[in-house]
Each structure stands twice: as structure tokens, then as C-alpha cells.
């Protein structure tokens, strides 16, 4: 598991110290994801707990930790305006995850009278992908696809989801925009998806600030696992640091705090 994590870390470094050496030009920060054709990657890790209500005593308690990431591809068509990036494109990414997770309270599942011992951390994996299409306007932009999260018999959480990942965007992306998504917005989220609202501002040129909120699938809808929805915010900040590199870093809760940070690669 270690090695895992050494390993994924070894290519997001090399990805990152590569990409910064090539075309040391600043360029503005525009949309996320289908601004122009190229490959993002993304690391994320947090750590809190999940509750299962019932109406028969008390919740039982779970706490989470988890680590890690993903790779998403966008391919774009000629298009009649390359400075806006107007026209068709698509889009595949795939996201890993490890997971350590263990029961902290039992609840109405545990007989009346009997103590409940924590049990040991349990390790499992969880791998998503996701492909999609879609097609830019000026001041609209959409995406119809879907996704898939398989989680291993090794999770808490081990049942598989599949769902469609849409979303429409309104507002000119080198400016702002507000959206409207089915499915996920980012690495992390291709393992939870959900409903969601999201949007951006552009305060200066070199910087974009990003938000959303949402319900989304946490954990399965099992009664004997946890709850099935939860609500999520994230915030995040991009930056461009050359005319083929953009990062940012971002937080989110879930139920879980967790950080982000994440590298663009455009071509």
C-alpha cells in the first residue's frame, strides 16, 4: 500500500517538474476541464467519520480516512475560434482511491446490553471512470456522458454505481460562469457523485476562483453500512503558470475533510 502511494506520488512529481519546464509563458486561466485539449492530474486525501441514523437507538459511527488520484484527458475538434475554444470535444478520466475505514459505534444493529469493541481499520481500494462529449458556445457549454465507481469486497462501502455524468454551463468561461452537473466535477467526485451546483469568477486575469454544492453518494444506501447521500461543499483556486501549465489546490467536506491539489498539462 505504501509503495502504492510512493509510486503515484513519483508520477505526479514528474508530471508537474516536466510540464513546468516547457513554454515558460504565462497565459490567462479560463475554464476548467474543457478549455483546451490537454491532461490534468490530481492527488486528494482527507480523513472524518460517517453516521447512520435510525429510529432504534443510537447511530453507528464509522471514520474514514482515504488517499488518491486521478488523470483526465480532453480532446478537442478544429474549432473556428482556437483563442475561445468554441466547438466539439471529449473527454476520459480515471480515478484510484485507498481507503482505511473501521466501525467506532454500534448502534441499533447490536443487541441491548452487549459492549461493542472497535474493530481494526479495514483497507480497501476504489477505482472510477468516467467518458464524456460535449460542445461549446460562447456563453453555453455542455457535456452528456457517464460514470462508473466499482469498489472492492476490501471497502465499508463495496457495491458498484453507475450514473450520468452531464452538466450545462452558462456564462463566457474567460469571464465566470454558473453550472448545473449529474455526476462529478472532479477526481474525488468521480467516486461520489451527485447532484450539484457549481460556478467560477475570474477576479483578475491570472486567477480563477471556484465553488459547489451539492448531494451526493457517499456511501452506499446498505442500512448496515451508512447513509446513502450527503451534502458537499468545495472551494478551489487555479492559477496559470505558463502557457501550458495551470494548478490549484482545493478544499472539500463531506463528511470527510479533505484537501487537493491538482496540475494541468494543455497541448
Known amino acids: 500500500m505504501r509503495l502504492a502511494v510512493s509510486s503515484f506520488l513519483r508520477w505526479f512529481i514528474a508530471l508537474v517538474v516536466v510540464s513546468v519546464i516547457l513554454l515558460p ?3 490567462r486561466c479560463c475554464a476548467a476541464e474543457t478549455t483546451e485539449r490537454g491532461v490534468s492530474a490530481a492527488i486528494f486525501g482527507g480523513a472524518g467519520g460517517a453516521e447512520e441514523d435510525n429510529n432504534e437507538g443510537a447511530p453507528d459511527l464509522y471514520e474514514l480516512h482515504r488517499f488518491g488520484g486521478g488523470l483526465l484527458g480532453v480532446l478537442r475538434g478544429s474549432s473556428t475560434d482556437t483563442e475561445r475554444n468554441l466547438g466539439f470535444f471529449a473527454q476520459a478520466g480515471v480515478t484510484g482511491e485507498l481507503e482505511w475505514a473501521k466501525q467506532t459505534q454500534c448502534g441499533a444493529f447490536c443487541r441491548a446490553g452487549t ?13 472510477g471512470w468516467r467518458v464524456g462529449v460535449g460542445y461549446s458556445f ?9 460514470l462508473q465507481v466499482l469498489r ?3 471497502s465499508l462501502f463495496p457495491q458498484q454505481l453507475i450514473l450520468p455524468d452531464v452538466v450545462a454551463r452558462f456564462g463566457r468561461r474567460s469571464a465566470g460562469w454558473f453550472e448545473l ?3 462529478a466535477y472532479d477526481a474525488s467526485t468521480s467516486l461520489r457523485p451527485g447532484i450539484y451546483i457549481g460556478g467560477a469568477v475570474l477576479p483578475v486575469e491570472q486567477l480563477r476562483l471556484s465553488a459547489h454544492a451539492g448531494l451526493h453518494r457517499t456511501q452506499d444506501d446498505d442500512p448496515t453500512v451508512g447513509i446513502g447521500v450527503f451534502p458537499v461543499l468545495e472551494v478551489s483556486g487555479d492559477h496559470p503558470f505558463s502557457r501550458s501549465i495551470t494548478a490549484g489546490a482545493g478544499v472539500m467536506y463531506d463528511g470527510a475533510f479533505e484537501g487537493n491539489a491538482h496540475v494541468s498539462w494543455l497541448f
Open 181 to 183: 452537473g449529474l455526476g
Open 25 to 27: 509563458q504565462p497565459r
Open 138 to 146: 460562447a456563453a453555453f457549454e455542455f457535456r452528456v456522458g457517464v
Open 152 to 154: 472492492s469486497q476490501d
Open 115 to 127: 459492549s461493542f469493541t472497535p474493530g481494526p481499520y479495514r483497507a480497501g481500494q476504489k477505482l
